[in-house]
Structure formats: structure tokens, C-alpha cells
């Protein structure tokens, strides 16, 4: 776009942001990459639930006299600018008292006056502001994995504490502290002490975790680290009871059981801050409105539906079920999420409506359920989005096994190497202090600090990188997939098009008058219709914009409603409907805004690719990958989106089931296929191929089934990824070099007896601050 924004989203929220005087939020973010909006700025949300939740948590707090509260899951936020500015947006409406903002879990929690703070005005505000909220998540995975990167950072601070009291108690003796200094005891005591504490919150999380692989007749990477820690504690008590100083690693303990532990949060954090950025899926915990016999509502869990219930589907929902409208009134549904067709399709009364369906009318739809939730495609899709949610553990395991065999090398060849050593040196006659302290050396110096350090580092630095680029990784599991990907498989509506259709002719629309701007405005300020998305895209949103009482729908046609101060009435709709088209150049428009059945403006849409589609199609064809399309429209739309993007008109397959998308990616090289696709109807082609990502977040299915998702208005992200992918492969075989000629040198000097305390301790940073410097390249 122009003026430097990567969609009309970010260009409305820059110039909220300035208009409310609010500025400063750029001074906070420094030089950080801003997230991209997309639409979410102009989208008409549902809040009913928030009103209902409010309700709730008033009725509970009202009787002790105590402020309401209510925790919400936050979609959009991404540092310390963005908490300030969300808090800044609460203080500013009436009632509200406190409000907490965390970003590492992607959640906020507010206190408010009962009945004087308007919580769905909130969040609509910060909606404006490209935040979007939702009811806080009771998914139990999503939850202990949170709990654990807090858990494991807790441990990281401690420990960090505890080796910094050690090396600052253990440092005396390495400048020359003799035994027979008064506070030489004492200082062994508080080394040992911190050692030992360290040992227990540092060390316990690797044993536990080696203990339980073990269990189940696996190897970790936390075995050999659990094996340094256990060998260096334990020969440190021996050298500190016996008064053996070559065997007194106590600061060692310490500073690699922090070292260990950061790099394993930086490891999970990485990833768990990409997910907590995405609001969860609540489609099963969904209610919806039952009618009951005498026409009374009842709100029921959507996994309550039956066949022959009737309920009500509101704007811009989703139909869990299929369904028939049992009239008299037809319906406008959208099927794009399900089939890939971009326009609405409108259907009379006794029409059948199929699950996934999404109603873009302008009210609720009464709809009479075929099929029980549990039968549902939309159930199905999401068991399998469930199952595939998992996939990366799966996809990982011949990686994992791969890794085994590895690790198993490394142990067998560092134990051999340890009790080889010992022996050969009790052997010798050197006795067993002299044999004890070769064999813990060697455990020792071989610890793996670049595959515990450096290499979690780098993962975080390339997930850093691409968050900047707008695409977030779900999966550290994602990277070794990547690496066998050779074919990119693209879904067209809403992947290779954009979401809504583009206005041809934005100069319509900059000719109309303020008066009438603002009166277009309000006749889409609540529309679901892609038209009406578009056009109030356009507009730069409709926040100014009145609510306009009485507007009436025509389905299929349009919107009209009448100024009851003029009597003027006015419409939204096809041409032909209230009015034509004066010129001939507008005989072709898809709709028409008209001011008592005369044409005010005619507007052109076109389905249109996304801003950089061709080239990026074009550079990723030039580096050898094989690109294909599968969509659900009409195969002559598909193969005329192929044409312009300058593919092979075999691969661009239309008209296609879930199940043949998934026939397909299985029939053609799936362990070696990257899917991109954003409806429903993806769900079982990303179930079968390697690697899967999508640019749709808010649907509640794909983003969580995805090992990455990309916001904004281009496709530029896709070959960034692919590009940091193999600049990470460089570099990690790079740290891993290093680490092996690090572990060869380490243990030679261990196995020759030169090895002590001292030289450890400079080793081992020394190793790790190699290793990390060359992890930091990637940025380059």
C-alpha cells in the first residue's frame, strides 16, 4: 500500500493511534517491527458472550459490596508498547478500576465498578486499536504448557541468583584463598549450600524429565545433561569431604544448571509466545439459541443440537450443524470457509444450508438443525484439526529417532571415554583421587552446552526475526519438516486472493460528499456481506460513523433505509435493484449506492490476488519449488487465477471436496508438502502434508491445527520463512562444528589429568559464548 503500510488496517490504526493522542506508544516500541492488523479494525465482532460473562461476574460480586472481575484470552499484543497502550484504552472509560495485561500469555484481567463500566465498549475500542478479546481458555494443553514456561522461569531466576552467590563465594580460592584464611570454611559451606539448592531446582527438572524418557525406553537431550549435573554434585561432596580441591565443580553446578535452564525457556518461550498471540478455539463450547415450541430462546452448548432442533444463527456466525430454512424468508450465507467460493450464496425458504455456513445478513436467521452436532462436518473437521494439532510430535518422531541414534553415539562414547580415562589412570597407579577426578572431568567438560544454549538461542533469534516479518512458528518441530519441503500447495479464496474483494474504483467513492460518505458508512457499519467488508475497508472504517435505526434487508439485493428528518430514502445494493447506473462505463458494477432510486456511486469489485502474489509466486518457482493449487470454487475461476500467477494449469485443481484437497496432497509427495490454506476445508489436506501454515487467525480451526500463521496483505512471509529456515540449518551446523572440536579438545585434556575447576569454569562459558556468538549471525 501506499504510504509505507502493508494493509489498510495498519494505516487506520497508525492514524487512530495519532488522532487520540497516543503517540507515544511508538517511543515505547522503539525500533520493533509492528504486527500487522489485517482487518480485524473494521470486522463486525459478536460480544454477546463478553455481556453475558459481565452479568455473571456481577451477579457473584454484587452481594459482598467487592469489584467485578473477569479474565479475557487477548489476541494482537506483542510487547510492553502494546500493554500501554491497551491500559491507556481502559482508563479511559468510566468504572473501570485495574486492568492487568500479559503478554507472554496472552491474556488480560480487569477489575471494574459493577454497573458503571461498559466492557463490551472496551472492547470494541481496543478491537479499533487491532486487539481483539475472548473468553479466557479452559484448554487443558494450552494451559499446562503456560504453566510450565512460567513454572520453568521461576526456575531460571532462582537459579541464576543461587550461580551468581556461588561463583561469587568460589572465586576467593581461584585468586589464591589458602585453607587456613578464618573464612575459607565458611566459604566452601555457602558454595556448597547454593550448589546444592541449585542442584534441587536446577538439576531435579533435568533428572525428572531424563528419568521419565528413560522410563518409557527413550533417550532426551536431558540425559546427558542430567549426567554432568549428577557427576559433577557428586564428586564436588566428595572433593569437599575428603579435602580433594581437583574435585570441587560446585561453581560448575551451579552456572551450567542456569545455563541449561535459560536455554530451555528461551526454547519454549519462543514458540509459547506465538501461541498465546492467537485467541483459542471455543467452537465446541459454543452456545447457541434453541427455539423452544412457544418461541421463547433458550441457549444451549452447540454439542447439545439434535436433528430437527431449531435455532437462531446470528450475523456473522458460523452454522455448527447443517441446517434447512424453514422459511418463509430466504437467507445470504457465505460458503467461502467450506467450498472456497468468494461470493455469498443466497437461499430461499426450505433451502438445505451445509455446516460451516457463515450468515452474512444483517440479522438473526432462524434455521431447523439435519443432523446432530456429533455427525456434523464441522465436528469432524475439528477432531481432525485436534488430531492434527499433535502432528508435529508425529512428524517429529523420525527426526526424533534420528536424534536417538545420535545421542546415543554421544553417550556410549562419552562413558567409554570417562571410565576408560579413570581406569587407564587407576591403573597406572595414581591413585583413585587422581582416576575419580579424570572420570568427573570428562563428564564434565563433554556436557552439551551448544545443544542446551546456543542452538535454543538460535531458534528464538529466527522466531524473532520472522515475528518482524509478520509470520509467527507454532512448532519448534517445524524446522527439520522444512528442510524436505519441495512442494508448495496453495488453497486460492482468501490465500492467494484477499479476504475481501478490492474497489476498482476507489475515485467513486473520494467524489461522493461528506454527507453522503457518512450515510454509506452507517448502511455497512454492521454488514458481514465481502462487499460491505470492502467498501467500509475503504472507508477507513466506519468508528464515526452513526448507527442508522431501521435499515432494512433485502436479501440478495441490498440494504435501504429512510431518513425519517428528509424522508429521503437510501440504498446499498445490485444494480437494478433501486437504481442503474447513469454511465455506461458503470453498466458492469457490482453494486450501486443510490439516494431515492438515483445512482449516487457505482462501485467495481474484482476477486483480487494478494498485493504481492505474482512475484512471490514467481521467485519461489525460480528456486525450484513445485507450486500447485487446490480450491473448492468453480475450476475455470481457479484456472484463470493460475494463468495470472504463471502456473501449469494441471496444478491448478477447482471444484475440489475437503477430501479430494487431502486425495490429492496424499497422492503427490505429502512428507515433501508445505500447505497454505485458510477455511475449513483445508482442515484435511493440512492433516496430510508435512508442513502446513495459514494466514486465517479468529476462525478457531486452522491456526491452531498450523505450525506458523502470517498476518498482513502479501505472501512475502512464506519465502522468508523458507529462507531463514536454511540460513538456520547453516548456522546450526556451524555451532555443532564448533561443539564437536570443543568436546575432542576438552576431553583430551581430561583424559591427560590437566583438567580442574578452574579451567573448567573458563571453558564452559568460553565454549557457550562461541557458540552463541555464532548463533547471533543469523540475524544477518
Keep these: 500500500m501506499d504510504g509505507g503500510f502493508c494493509c489498510a488496517g495498519c494505516e487506520f490504526v497508525h492514524g487512530l493511534i495519532g488522532s487520540e493522542g497516543l503517540d507515544q506508544f511508538y517511543d515505547l516500541r522503539g525500533r520493533q517491527t509492528l504486527q500487522p492488523v489485517k482487518s480485524l479494525a473494521f470486522q463486525k465482532r459478536d460480544y454477546d458472550w463478553l455481556a453475558e460473562q459481565v452479568r455473571a461476574a456481577e451477579a457473584v460480586c454484587v452481594p459482598c459490596g467487592e469489584p467485578a472481575r473477569l479474565t479475557l484470552d487477548l489476541q494482537g499484543i506483542s510487547c510492553a508498547a502494546c500493554v500501554w497502550l491497551i491500559e491507556r484504552v481502559f482508563r479511559r472509560h468510566a468504572g473501570g478500576l485495574r486492568i492487568v495485561v500479559d503478554a507472554q500469555l496472552g491474556q488480560l484481567r480487569m477489575w471494574w465498578d459493577p454497573g458503571a463500566f ?49 561463583m561469587a563465594f568460589t572465586l576467593p580460592r581461584y585468586l589464591g584463598m589458602g585453607e587456613d584464611f578464618f573464612l575459607a570454611r565458611l566459604f566452601e559451606l555457602i558454595t556448597l549450600a547454593s550448589a546444592s539448592l541449585t542442584m534441587l531446582v536446577g538439576g531435579g527438572y533435568f533428572i525428572r524429565r531424563a528419568w521419565r524418557a528413560l522410563a518409557i525406553g527413550a533417550l532426551h537431550m536431558d540425559l546427558p545433561i542430567a549426567l554432568g549435573l549428577v557427576a559433577a554434585f557428586l564428586g564436588s561432596l566428595v572433593g569437599w569431604l575428603f579435602r580433594i580441591e581437583a574435585l570441587m ?26 501461541r498465546a498471540a492467537l485467541l483459542t478455539d471455543n467452537d465446541r463450547r459454543r452456545e447457541v439459541g434453541r427455539l423452544a415450541a412457544g418461541g421463547s430462546v433458550e441457549m444451549v452448548p452447540v454439542a447439545e443440537l439434535k436433528t430437527g432442533d431449531r435455532f437462531l444463527a446470528k450475523p456473522g456466525e458460523t452454522l455448527p450443524v447443517a441446517a434447512r430454512l424453514p422459511g418463509p424468508e430466504g437467507a445470504e450465507f457465505s460458503l467461502e470457509w467450506i467450498n472456497g467460493e468468494p461470493e455469498p450464496r443466497a437461499l430461499g425458504p426450505g433451502a438445505d444450508v451445509p455446516a460451516g455456513s457463515v450468515n452474512v445478513g444483517r440479522a438473526p436467521v432462524a434455521v431447523e438443525a439435519r443432523e446432530p452436532f456429533a455427525e456434523s462436518l464441522l465436528t469432524r473437521l475439528l477432531e481432525v484439526s485436534e488430531r492434527a494439532g499433535h502432528a508435529d510430535e508425529m512428524a517429529g518422531s523420525e527426526t526424533g529417532r534420528d536424534f536417538s541414534r545420535i545421542l546415543r553415539v554421544y553417550l556410549v562414547a562419552v562413558l567409554v571415554a570417562a ?10 597407579g595414581a591413585g583413585w583421587p587422581a582416576a575419580l577426578q579424570v572420570l568427573i572431568s570428562v563428564l564434565v567438560v563433554s556436557c552439551p552446552c551448544a545443544l542446551g544454549v546456543a542452538l535454543p538461542m538460535l531458534d528464538d533469534l529466527v522466531v524473532a526475526r520472522l515475528r518482524r516479518s509478520g509470520l509467527f512458528v507454532q512448532h519448534g518441530s517445524l524446522w527439520p519438516r522444512l528442510k524436505q519441503v519441495r512442494q508448495i500447495v496453495f488453497d486460492k479464496t482468501g490465500t492467494l486472493t484477499r479476504e475481501a474483494p478490492r474497489l476498482n474504483n476507489p475515485g467513486a467513492l473520494a467524489a461522493l460528499s461528506g454527507n453522503d460518505r457518512a450515510t454509506l458508512a ?70 450501486v449506492f443510490a439516494r431515492d432510486d438515483e445512482a449516487l456511486a457505482a462501485f467495481h469489485f474484482e476477486e483480487a490476488l494478494r498485493d504481492d502474489a505474482v512475484a512471490e509466486v514467481g521467485e519461489l518457482r525460480a ?39 487431502a486425495d490429492w496432497v496424499r497422492a503427490h509427495e505429502p512428507d515433501h508438502s508445505l500447505y497454505i490454506g485458510d477455511g475449513a476445508n483445508d482442515t484435511l489436506a493440512f492433516e496430510a502434508a508435512a508442513c502446513r501454515g495459514t494466514p486465517a487467525i479468529g476462525s478457531g480451526v486452522l491456526e491452531r491445527q498450523s505450525d506458523f500463521y502470517f498476518l498482513g496483505q502479501g505472501l512475502q512471509a512464506i519465502r522468508q520463512l523458507l529462507l531463514v529456515a536454511r540460513r538456520r540449518r547453516t548456522v546450526g551446523a556451524r555451532i555443532l562444528g564448533v561443539a564437536i572440536a570443543y568436546n575432542i579438545f576438552a576431553v583430551t585434556l581430561a583424559l591427560a589429568g590437566w583438567m580442574n575447576p578452574l579451567l573448567a569454569a573458563v571453558l564452559m562459558p568460553f565454549s557457550s559464548v562461541v557458540t552463541l556468538g555464532i548463533a547471533a549471525t543469523v540475524k544477518r
Excluded at 473468553?135 to 499446562?144: F, T, V
Excluded at 542456569?258 to 536455554?263: D, I, S
Excluded at 435501504?560 to 454511465?583: E, H, I, L, N, Q
Design 118 to 166: 461498559d466492557a463490551v465498549a472496551f472492547a470494541e475500542d481496543l478491537q479499533q486499536f487491532g486487539y481483539a478479546v475472548g473468553p479466557a481458555s479452559d484448554d487443558a494443553a494450552r494451559q499446562a504448557a503456560r504453566s510450565e514456561t512460567r513454572s520453568l522461569l521461576t526456575r531460571v531466576g532462582i537459579a541464576g541468583g543461587l550461580a551468581m552467590n556461588t
Design 249 to 274: 565443580y560446585f561453581d560448575f553446578v551451579a552456572t551450567f544448571a542456569f545455563l541449561m535452564l535459560g536455554g530451555r525457556w528461551l526454547q519454549q518461550a519462543a514458540v509459547e509466545r506465538n
Design 419 to 428: 571410565l576408560a580415562g579413570g581406569g587407564w589412570w587407576l591403573a597406572a
Design 522 to 591: 452507517g448502511l455497512v457499519r454492521d454488514s458481514r456481506h465481502p462487499v460491505g467488508r470492502a467498501i467500509r475497508e475503504a472507508l477507513g472504517g466506519t468508528a464515526g460513523a452513526g448507527e442508522l435505526a431501521g435499515i432494512e434487508e433485502t436479501v440478495a439485493q441490498g440494504v435501504s433505509w429512510r431518513d425519517a428528518t428528509t424522508g429521503a430514502v437510501w440504498s446499498f445494493g445490485k444494480p437494478g435493484w433501486k437504481a442503474m447506473p447513469d454511465s455506461p462505463a458503470d453498466r458492469g458494477a457490482s453494486v
Design 623 to 661: 528456486r525450484g519449488y513445485r507450486l500447485a493449487i487446490l480450491s473448492g470454487d468453480a475450476p475455470e475461476r481457479v484456472r484463470e487465477i493460475a494463468g495470472r500467477l504463471g502456473l501449469d494449469p494441471s496444478l491448478a485443481i477447482g471444484g475440489a471436496s475437503p477430501q479430494a484437497k
